[in-house]
């Protein structure tokens, strides 16, 4: 259609390309746009074309800046002319900016919407306006002439932006007056002014400069990224050792808060203070302490206690998330990173603050800063351009994926693209999601939505959990791989954690001995552990530590009175007595060997142990029981079972051929009314509605068809075209072409109504 507009344009295609362009650009078909006039006026304007350009590769944006070259959005121009720009073929990019409505026409007249220069700014490939009738003759005799000050200022110029800010934009008279290489450009003409303070330099000029190439250097190819392959197997086995790291560290960060809550902050989030600790607790560095307090928030394994003083306490959740195996606990983690609306990356970093003012702080964890709704489809989309190549190659480089996602989409996730992408890649290799530059089969089966392939997957990578230690004669533990849970629990109470990894390693000591006796297990318990599970000689030295420290332990026994102590030894009593503590206890003999405490038991053996004593609590029975708190504990937080919308809501085939149908329906109306309607009189009021039911009425008795404007529930205006059966009880029934049959109408909604001529 030579010379047609926009709106003529999209009216001449089938429903199928219509159904095709609302499906591609979601935002044209919210609300239903009423015809082809507002579909038009819709699809240019800045906002809209703006969001399509979003999505589009380095390539298509040059063709789309090659038409604005080309004057595409003032007049129409050639196929053959932008081509000839670009010095490539624009075939299939054309035919994707057609799809798009971004540019409109056959090869011969090709239209640019105007909005375009809008919304890709005022220098289409770096390059400034025409000077005048200035040849490319002139400007290579000029730039012959120039000195290397002069030539070095253009050539910063010519690579873009073409705009720069001087003292000097005032033109000399001639050459030889000029102070700077600012005016002697100016009095060659190879600079233009602006303004007082900025100059700019001339398109042909920059044309010239990047030796007739108008688009110089700029890559239209995808880069291809070197890559690299470890095979499926040995990467899903590396991300499940940084798996195992990771389900670790967490479940210490649950043990931490259990027993110490942190402060929510007044403004909301954690306190560097707090993160600080973490950071020291679980020997990791504040990068990493970050993304396990997101992870576990995001993960519902924490909350906020909402409290006059809340904290940050675990959930009911967390109790049962420690009690699954670690395939479960771990893809209920990667599954709350994949779906996190948060970055965590910005934690701590000075340049991500929301604030220019002088006295603002780096984003914290858990802080309002860090709330980003379009996250984890940027996830996905680093994941996804992984998971194109083979299962286990991976691209070599981070860089090298920050600068292919650069190039696939340069306008999509603003400041924060490149970051976002380095930040993702740290992130899922630390959860186990990509290792050695791949995604996992199990990262894979997450991107798919299939959550049990995905804990099937990282099952069979982790290494079976094993049933044995090795004791050293230095008192250290060896555990050759992930221990089975109750063997895991039981080296836990007798031995701290010295350094993890595949082979983690514990150190036992009197201290973790009376722990593991207070928690109730006897001398016996732990002899036969360590006879049974060790698979080398258990050395002299841990049982004499054992006996000796079992000796000693539980000589002094509490019970609650609110508490008592009783020891066999009277002596030790009267020490107990004689000690300071003593009256801070409240301790009071009520018999030789017998003491009671208006203090919780807890206190009173905490208190004793501080004092260097031993004690042990017992329980009614006479036995060694365990006192230690279970933790603090707050209600999981409900979480909704809707998959998250990643990005706006899709528009489906069905929705849009709806929309379609409405639109075409509009269009027949609006046709229709031009000039071969007959209005109702506007006004509003009671006499209105009486024409308004008449008008129907009649039109129902002779068989014809009405238009109508309509307001639907959602405030939504529109036009149809009616073929009315029955008015009355408040509702007008009739049949729309374009819709089924008996159509409803409640009159209340109908804005205005007129015949049809020639129905």
């Not at 700077?180 to 042909?204: I, K, M, Y």
């Not at 002899?527 to 049982?543: G, M, N």
Request: aromatic share 2%.
């Amino acid at each position: 259609m030579s010379g047609s507009s926009l709106a003529d344009w999209l009216r001449s295609h089938d429903d199928d390309t219509l159904v095709g362009l609302l499906r591609m650009r979601r935002d044209l078909a919210t609300p239903p746009p009423a015809n082809s006039t507002v579909l038009a006026t819709r699809a240019g304007t800045a906002g809209s074309v703006a969001r399509a350009c979003e999505g589009l590769d380095t390539r298509t944006l040059a063709v789309l800046e090659a038409l604005l070259l080309a004057g595409a959005d003032r007049e129409p121009c050639t196929a053959q002319r932008v081509a000839e720009l670009l010095e490539a073929p624009v075939d299939a990019e054309l035919r994707l900016l057609r799809e798009l409505a971004l540019v409109w026409g056959p090869d011969e007249e090709l239209t640019a919407v105007p909005a375009l220069a809008e919304v890709l700014g005022p220098y289409p490939a770096g390059l400034g306006r025409q000077a005048g009738e200035l040849s490319t003759d002139q400007v290579l005799a000029k730039l012959a002439e120039l000195g290397e000050p002069e030539r070095k200022l253009l050539n910063t110029l010519a690579a873009g932006p073409p705009i720069g800010q001087t003292k000097d934009a005032t033109i000399p008279a001639s050459v030889e007056q000029a102070r700077s290489p600012v005016q002697v450009l100016l009095a060659h003409g190879l600079l233009l002014p602006n303004d007082s303070g900025t100059v700019e330099l001339p398109r042909q000029v920059g044309i010239a400069l990047r030796d007739n190439r108008p688009f110089g250097t700029v890559e239209l190819d995808e880069p291809a990224p070197r890559t690299t392959s470890r095979g499926e197997r040995g990467v899903d086995e590396a991300a499940a050792g940084e798996a195992a790291e990771l389900l670790r560290q967490l479940e210490k960060l649950i043990t931490l808060w259990s027993a110490q809550p942190a402060p929510v902050l007044k403004a909301g989030g954690l306190g560097v203070r707090e993160q600080r600790r973490i950071s020291k607790e679980l020997d990791v560095d504040d990068a990493r302490s970050a993304l396990l307090v997101e992870l576990a928030a995001g993960a519902g394994l924490i909350a906020d206690s909402a409290e006059a003083s809340p904290e940050w306490v675990p959930t009911t959740l967390a109790d049962s998330w420690l009690a699954s195996t670690p395939p479960h606990r771990w893809v209920v983690l990667a599954e709350a990173w994949l779906d996190l609306p948060r970055l965590p990356g910005m934690v701590g970093r000075q340049d991500m603050r929301h604030s220019q003012a002088r006295d603002a702080k780096p984003p914290v964890p858990l802080a309002e800063e860090l709330h980003r709704p379009l996250a984890p489809a940027a996830r996905r989309r680093v994941l996804a351009a992984l998971a194109e190549l083979e299962p286990g190659t991976g691209i070599a480089s981070t860089e090298e994926l920050v600068a292919l996602l650069a190039w696939r989409a340069p306008r999509k996730g603003g400041r924060l693209r490149d970051a976002t992408v380095r930040w993702t890649v740290a992130e899922g290799t630390a959860i186990g999601v990509l290792a050695l530059g791949a995604i996992t089969s199990g990262g894979r089966a997450l991107l798919d939505g299939d959550r049990g392939a995905a804990t099937q997957r990282m099952a069979e990578a982790m290494p079976e959990p094993v049933d044995h230690v090795l004791v050293q004669a230095d008192l250290t533990v060896v555990a050759p791989g992930p221990l089975q849970p109750d063997l895991a629990e039981m080296i836990d109470t007798v031995a701290d954690v010295e350094s993890a990894g595949s082979a983690t390693v514990y150190r036992i000591s009197e201290a973790s001995v009376r722990r593991a006796l207070d928690a109730g297990h006897t001398a016996a318990e732990l002899h036969e552990l360590f006879r049974v599970r060790s698979r080398t000689p258990v050395p002299q030295s841990l049982s004499y530590l054992i006996d000796d420290v079992a000796r000693r332990h539980g000589r002094l026994r509490g019970g609650t009175a609110a508490s008592f102590l009783r020891s066999d030894d009277p002596v030790l009593i009267a020490e107990v007595l004689a000690h300071g503590c003593a009256e801070e206890l409240g301790l009071r003999r009520i018999a030789d060997t017998v003491l009671i405490s208006p203090l919780s038991l807890g206190e009173v053996l905490d208190g004793l142990r501080d004092a260097g004593f031993t004690p042990a609590a017992e329980g009614p029975d006479g036995r060694v029981v365990d006192l230690h708190p279970r933790g603090h504990r707050v209600a999981a937080r409900p979480r909704s079972t809707r998959r998250t919308q990643h990005g706006p809501a899709e528009v489906t085939t069905e929705q849009a051929a709806d929309v379609v149908r409405q639109l075409r329906a509009g269009d027949r109306a609006e046709s229709s009314r031009r000039g071969r309607t007959a209005r109702l009189p506007g006004g509003g009021g009671e006499a209105d509605t009486s024409a308004t039911m008449a008008l129907l009425q009649e039109a129902a008795r002779q068989r014809r068809n009405v238009w109508i404007g309509f307001v639907d529930s959602h405030g939504v205006a529109s036009q149809r075209i009616v073929l009315p059966l029955r008015v009355g009880g408040g509702v007008l029934e009739g049949d729309d072409p374009n819709g089924s049959p008996g159509t409803r109408f409640p009159l209340h909604r109908i804005t205005s109504v007129a015949l049809v001529e020639g129905s």
